[in-house]
């Protein structure tokens, strides 16, 4: 008999007496008869019922497979096996239904007992079939299926034991008597209130632990039934207590209520038998104590042993499970269930270590391991006094045999442990110098990455000092800003030291040569250390040879070098000390600059060491600061890179004296690539930019700026500045920036490169490749310098690209021009739109777009209801989308756009047919005439009747 409760009606399933359901309201009783037939329904055996959370009620059937019927419509439907009865359905099962369960997405699940399971999806109306051969469900015979709290699809198979069903790879997991169950038969599955399954099976009830994978098994010493139980025969109240029916009645208990035994019982080892005969310390010498407390046994290699033991559980024996292993030997655990013997044979000559574990009855494997060594000793003759036999005949016999090799064997013995020492000694060089090298590359990442991190914070330091420098007059403050803006500056040069390791490593570094004045370009960098040197009492001394010296060299890079060792010649010298810098000729073709201190000074034997990467001198503790010792090694590969030397001379506590001597490059060579000039030219083009342009864009209101960036402080800082020319809009993420593109349409966008949910390059892409945003301008900003990541950054559709830390002024103007450069595209696409379409040569998408919508107005010139809707429907796009995209093309509306492609079609039929005006109007779509003619004077300037008069004059004057 199966039971299902459904609203107020309990639906009761007999064997052979049909269907019934019983109001537990009214206590009424109705009866559903069912069979093949369809008149004479008393003769199936019904085994499940289900109701669904539509109120369907699903019924299973021994042999004629699965109805369902709907209460609110009386309609029955059958499901049979393979082939569909007469009006039934097809199930793809053998039509001996066990079990009916649903899940949380509302599928059908059903179990047939020996054609695996099919899943019925309610909404498309489809079986899915697991079984054996698809699944791994290790049988067909379902007898159980559950669907626990958390969604998991449990299983119990006639002999396989627990399965789990796995959506994702579509397969079943099986846990049987080998995870120690206590039967692999499952006829009723349930869940308490703490997630533990709770199974019925021939051997009693086992609960399972998902959490955990932990069975304990419930038995007739537990007071559960002896007999087995019977399929489906179970059922949790709604206080948690949980009945299991079985031939011998049904147990019932609260799963909460139940003892959890957690004491850990001892193991005890009974008895040793070698070679199957019972040992002891009286009768036999391999063990000096009896078997329960000894700790070590002593073996023939022609013994075999086998050790007896068990747990002293007094209260649940039985249940006592056991796991062993053999260390030396066994490569895991045996897990042996209740065997409580051990038997070994044919070990190896060794050592080896007996360890034993039991289960406690909570299920884990907690309890104290038994352990006792066991020695099996080799034959006589592979002992070490037997091997020491053999090796001393050998030796004899070999010096016997080969008296006059033996010294020969000797030399080449040594030779061969010096090419051994040699070669090991080779290796850990090489260890030693990879490790350094590694270390020094984890040291160049992290200087690097933090160096990416501070050039934002740096360009919200330079862009507002610069500002300030221009707007202040005091010459106090101007003092003090051009104090912070030089520092600002080394800290700039110190940031871009760093991000240099890089590019030393990967062999980028190259020289920017330019024309300059070396000795005032010298001279001006001295006088930045002027500040700090009078707050130390120190006297620095700037001296020349030449009054000018102009010549080629590379301006960022020399500045790094003198700043360098002009910091450092400061920073190591005492109050009241000197720094004396000077400029030489050292031959017609070089020149020698000289940094000298009366500082602290090295001791000699470090002065080889102090151009390593990362090598500092312990200095005396009142110089703070002392460096991270990147400095001087960058100072020299810069020297390098113009082909010059750094030669230093110095004497522990009489200072330090750095020397430079560059090559001079003549004025007049050509083979030099002068880029800094060139980038000087280019922005001074920049500058010239004529504001009239941007007044452009005022004429319709404030061009609309994005702004993305993760660092709000940048943001703001951007849109104080801009907001004065554009209306300003923000985004915080990539993510963020392309939904705003997409709602606001900007006219142009500024965006950071590297932000979270998704970055700068991410957005440019789904912009560019967007036929709504793609002719949107984008500006990115970013601390990645590389060439390589400006290309990546320009192939992903970006017009410009900008490093941080940015000139604002540079930034500002590179804004203008692209706006200047949408401008002029409008008003090119405005002027090509012309009545021979045909002849326009496509040069972008755009200007197909464009193209499209003047055929299809063409096409439909005539219609005076043609409207910016069905445009809209024609492209395929929204209407704001339609608008924006034609307004930032051509400067027009759409409507405005239409109307100019009819006035210029009345244009041309005006100049070359007879047509009257008010036909014409009529001709181009406008339904009324004089509409027709204030369109027409508004757009030229001119009455249609002007127009042709106009015509005619122009004509008679031109002569023939």
Not at 365 to 382: A, D, G, L, Q, Y
Not at 796 to 825: C, E, H, M, R, V
Request: hydrophobic share 35%.
């Amino acid at each position: 008999m199966a039971l299902e409760p459904s609203g107020n009606e309990l639906w009761v399933g007999t064997y052979l007496d049909g269907l019934y359901a019983i109001n537990t309201t009214t206590n009424t009783v109705r009866n559903f008869a069912i069979s093949k037939s369809k008149t004479d329904f008393s003769n199936i055996p019904i085994n499940c019922l289900k109701a669904d959370r539509q109120g369907n009620i699903w019924i299973g059937t021994n042999g004629n497979g699965i109805y369902v019927y709907h209460p609110k419509t009386g309609e029955l439907l059958h499901f049979d096996k393979i082939l569909p009865l007469n009006g039934g359905r097809n199930l793809f099962l053998n039509g001996y239904i066990t079990t009916i369960e649903e899940d949380k997405q509302g599928k059908l699940w059903f179990g047939s007992n020996g054609s695996g399971i099919a899943v019925f999806d309610p909404v498309q109306k489809t079986f899915v079939v697991l079984n054996h051969g698809n699944s791994k469900l290790p049988l067909d015979r379902v007898l159980s299926i559950y669907c626990s709290k958390l969604g998991h699809i449990w299983v119990g198979v006639f002999g396989g034991g627990l399965c789990l069903y796995n959506p994702k790879n579509k397969e079943f997991s099986q846990y049987s008597e080998e995870h120690l169950l206590s039967n692999g038969v499952i006829y009723k599955i349930l869940e308490d209130e703490f997630g533990k399954l709770w199974v019925s099976t021939n051997k009693g009830i086992s609960t399972f632990d998902p959490k955990k994978s932990i069975f304990k098994n419930y038995t007739y010493h537990n007071g559960i039934q002896q007999s087995t139980f019977n399929v489906g025969a179970g059922l949790k109240t709604s206080s948690g207590e949980m009945y299991f029916g079985g031939l011998d009645g049904f147990n019932y208990f609260y799963p909460k209520m139940l003892y959890q035994n957690k004491n850990v019982p001892p193991i005890v080892i009974t008895d040793l038998k070698i070679n199957n005969k019972s040992a002891n310390p009286i009768d036999n010498s391999e063990i000096t104590d009896y078997i329960s407390v000894a700790k070590e046994i002593n073996l023939s290699y022609r013994q075999n042993f086998s050790l007896d033991f068990v747990a002293l559980n007094y209260t649940a024996p039985h249940e006592s499970q056991y796991s062993y292993m053999l260390e030396g030997f066994d490569k895991e655990w045996n897990n042996v269930g209740s065997v409580t013997t051990a038997v070994y044979t044919n070990l190896d000559p060794g050592k080896y270590t007996f360890r034993l574990k039991a289960k406690s009855e909570d299920g884990s494997w907690h309890s104290p391991e038994k352990t006792i060594v066991i020695v099996v000793n080799p034959p006589f003759w592979r002992t070490y006094y037997a091997y020491f036999v053999y090796l001393a005949l050998l030796m004899t016999t070999l010096w016997a045999i080969r008296r006059r090799g033996i010294q020969k064997l000797r030399n080449e013995f040594a030779l061969e442990q010096e090419r051994l020492e040699v070669k090991h000694l080779i290796e850990k060089e090489r260890n030693d110098a990879e490790r350094k090298m590694e270390l020094e590359q984890v040291k160049i990442k992290f200087l690097t990455n933090l160096s990416h991190e501070l050039k934002t914070p740096l360009t919200l330091v330079l862009n507002p000092i610069e500002s300030l420098l221009f707007q202040e007059k005091s010459i106090e403050k101007l003092d003090t800003l051009n104090l912070i803006n030089r520092n600002a500056k080394r800290l700039l040069n110190l940031v871009n030291q760093l991000l240099d390791f890089r590019k030393i490593e990967d062999n980028e570094l190259k020289l920017n040569l330019a024309e300059g004045d070396l000795v005032s370009f010298a001279k001006e960098i001295v006088d930045s250390f002027k500040y700090i040197s009078e707050r130390k009492n120190i006297q620095l001394d700037f001296k020349s040879a030449f009054n000018e010296y102009h010549t080629i060299f590379d301006k960022e890079k020399l500045e790094r070098i003198l700043l360098n060792l002009l910091s450092n010649a400061i920073k190591f010298t005492n109050e009241e000390g000197n720094v004396y810098f000077r400029i030489d000729a050292e031959a017609e073709n070089a020149i020698k600059l000289t940094i000298e201190d009366t500082g602290i000074g090295m001791p000699t034997d470090m002065l080889e060491k102090i151009f390593d990467r990362f090598y500092q001198i312990n200095t005396t503790p009142n110089i703070l600061n002392q460096g991270s010792g990147i400095g001087l090694s960058i100072t020299q590969e810069f020297v390098k890179l113009h082909g010059g030397t750094l030669k230093v001379e110095s004497e522990e506590g009489a200072g330090s004296v750095f020397t430079v001597y560059l090559p001079l490059i003549p004025l007049s060579s050509q083979s030099i690539t002068l880029t800094d000039a060139q980038d000087e030219k280019q922005q001074a083009a920049l500058r010239l930019t004529s504001n009239d342009e941007i007044e452009e864009h005022s004429k319709i209101g404030k061009p609309v700026l994005l702004i993305v960036d993760d660092s709000e402080d940048l943001r703001t800082y951007l849109k104080e500045n801009l907001k004065a020319k554009y209306k300003i809009i923000e985004a915080s993420d990539g993510k963020q920036g392309w939904q705003k593109t997409l709602a606001c349409h900007p006219e142009i966008i500024v965006s950071d490169v590297n932000m979270p949910n998704m970055d700068g390059r991410a957005m440019v892409r789904k912009i560019k490749n967007d036929n709504r945003t793609k002719h949107i301008p984008v500006i990115l900003l970013t601390v990645l310098a590389e060439e390589i990541d400006q290309l990546k950054g320009l192939e992903t559709g970006a017009n410009d690209y900008l490093t941080k830390p940015f000139s604002f002024q540079l930034l500002n103007i590179k804004i203008s021009n692209l706006l200047n450069l949408n401008t002029t595209l409008k008003n090119t696409y405005s002027k090509h739109i012309n009545l021979e379409t045909p002849e326009i040569e496509l040069v972008s998408e755009d200007e197909k777009f464009l193209l499209k919508i003047s055929r299809y107005v063409e096409d439909h010139i005539e219609d005076p209801d043609l409207s910016v809707d069905i445009l809209s429907k024609t492209m395929f796009m929204s209407r704001g989308t339609l608008y924006n995209k034609v307004l930032s093309l051509t400067g027009e509306t759409p409507v405005e756009f239409v109307r100019s492609i009819k006035l210029k079609k009345a244009v041309a039929l005006l100049e070359k047919s007879d047509m009257k005006i008010s036909q014409i109007g009529y001709a181009v779509g406008f339904s009324n005439p004089n509409y027709f003619a204030r369109a027409f004077k508004a757009k030229y300037n001119v009455s249609p009747s002007e127009y042709i008069q106009l015509k005619r004059d122009s004509a008679k004057s031109t002569p023939r």
